[in-house]
């Protein structure tokens, strides 16, 4: 043990974390602690000199180039975190590290597709592999934690954060929730290549009223068990360090003061150990939402209910140790928040390597991060139609490519990016031009239509680029009318009535509404924002070296006003099937299906399925499990992927149960001509619902399941289960 472990025992890695953290918590004072519980943004080495050598900041939020030069620059974040820790380290009592944490969300300086594009790769090792490439990058700049992933359930395409989420269904959103935390802290988040993740945003988020960023949220308790905690459940289980508590309220008390949600059922039923982080604010906001006089009763609410960590607003720094001492709150309260976040900090080996030092390697794209981006982005690629001219066939004359992101850099990284580089993207004209030299390639400049409009004439075959800003999507970027953005239907219209093949590629952080694009085009691309690796993978996809496979996170409605349309739709007493047309109060004037139903995608070859069946019976037995199958033939001319999606209904509960709910997937990659078998394994416990009293049951009776391309479509099976 040296001198210095002998003085500071928690200091000695020998010792247990817990062991380490009482150690530590012992010697605190009650500011010394109320500092664990403060996080600053943008901290800067000298003007927060003295306040972290008090020890009175234990976390940052983003960093600042406080050291000089630019924030992007390589090195230079890195050299401000290490300049602000060395206050922290050397110069304080006890020598806490601070948590550095910064927005890692698709990527960090290899920008990969938007969260909403990583799940139409329905992908599990994908989606890790993605997490942990941004994690290796993020560590290179100081990064211990990041903000992801976004687990809210997404089944309102008017918000803006629905690009930020992994789509509007608990199994895909929760199993690519845990992949993302395995792939961002490994097996052990200490390791040097890894961080701390966060599951965000805890609870409800998703269903803000109207689509609006930040509204208030009416749901009840069965149905956020049922539906939208579930994701939120997955990350826990897989051993998400930490979790952000969400801005809205649920049924009138904001999740920053929700002690039943917080407290009682992540802390206490899941048995959560990590740290709950408060969101940018969202203490302060308590007294804008109206359930807290100020601050230091929005302190007082906070610190109650669960949350550990005050981002930003300042409330507990100015407050928590006053509300101790006036006897207002338990100082065990303060403890338990602090001893989650030393744990934290000794989870990640924060005591025993404080420092980034020198960078130890660069963070910029290489082959094989960019490989990662574009498997990615592959992935993310949804075909919605296709009559026959895609892939474009070599020698298929001259292409016209057109559209506001035909050079396009930046604009392709789509929402949250702090540390992507325009330079490092490949626009879709580079790619082409690098595909199909100067003959044979005609670019023009979306944004002045009537050139663009005449080069159609010179080409054989138009593709033009199309969709939303990444502006227009993300947080606090709500829209009211989910259509194509101003100009670009009218433009499209105007390309497509020369009568030259047309093909639309949509980059979009939203489901919108495409049913003109639809009509009009002779094939559509679905692509969110692919990052990176945008043109090649385009290229790729346009010209037929790798064939589409991605299927769509969430429903895409008719229109703005079918909104919400998610696979989740209950039974009503007039409405008892999704398939079902005409029932009474409907919508008189449209029909009721969403124009793509969530799960939809086509490639280059087609699929025949054949019946669902099951292997050794219909009976599911306590624990037993039970194997269905599906045959499926390419009978097409190419190989290609089909993602075979099982979901199932159940008939009769003690609640009304989803119309349909995906429960398993499971890829077949089959060449011309092949049958492939797409089995799955059901157990009772993955038709567990949680009934009147809010506890999980699984009911004896029939559970009918649904095999096929997607949630409208497929094949029917009965089990009958007897729990
Ligand atoms: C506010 C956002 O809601 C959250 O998702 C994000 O992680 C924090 N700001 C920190 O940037």
Redesign the pocket.
Known sequence: MTADQSARPWLDPDRSTTERVELLLAQMTLAEKVGQTHQVANIHPDDDAAQLAGGRIGSS?FASGATGGNERDEGVLAANIDAAQRHAVEASRLGIPVLFGR?VIHGHRTVCPIPLGLAASFDVGLVEEVAAVAAAEAVVDGVAWT?AP?VDLSEEPRWGRVA?SLGETPVLSGRLAAAMVKGFQGDDPSDPDHIAACA??FAGYGLSAGGRDYDTVSVGENTLRNLHLRPFKAAVDAGVATI?AA?NDVDGTPMHAHRHLLRDVLKGEWGFDGVVVA??NGIGQLVHQGVAADLREAALLAIEAGVDLD?CSGSYAAHLAELVESGEVDEALVDGAVRRLLTLKFRLGLFDRPYVGEPIRSNAPTDASRATALRAAHAAHVLVSNNGILPLAPGAGTVHLTGPYAEAAEELFGTWTLDGRGEDVVAPATAFRARLGGEQLLVSDGRFSDRSVQQVRNADVTVAVVGEHPWRSG?ANSVTDIGLPAGQLEHLRQLSRIGKPLVVVVYTGRPLELGDVLDLADAVLVVWHPGVEAGNALADIVFGDVAPHGRLPMTFPRTTGHIPTSTHQRPTGRLIELHEEGRQGRYLDDQVFPRLPFGYGLTYTSFEYGELRTVGGTELSGAGEVVVEIDVTNTGDRAGREVVQLSFRDPVAQVTRPLVELVDWAFLDLAPGEKGTASFTVRADQFAYFGTDNTTRVDAGEIVLVAGPDALHGSRLSLRVNP
Do not use: A, I, N, T
Request: glycine residues 0%; negative net charge; hydrophobic residues 55%.
């Open positions: 939020l927005d903000f976004m930020e965000k945003h952000m801005f969101d940018w981002m947080e």
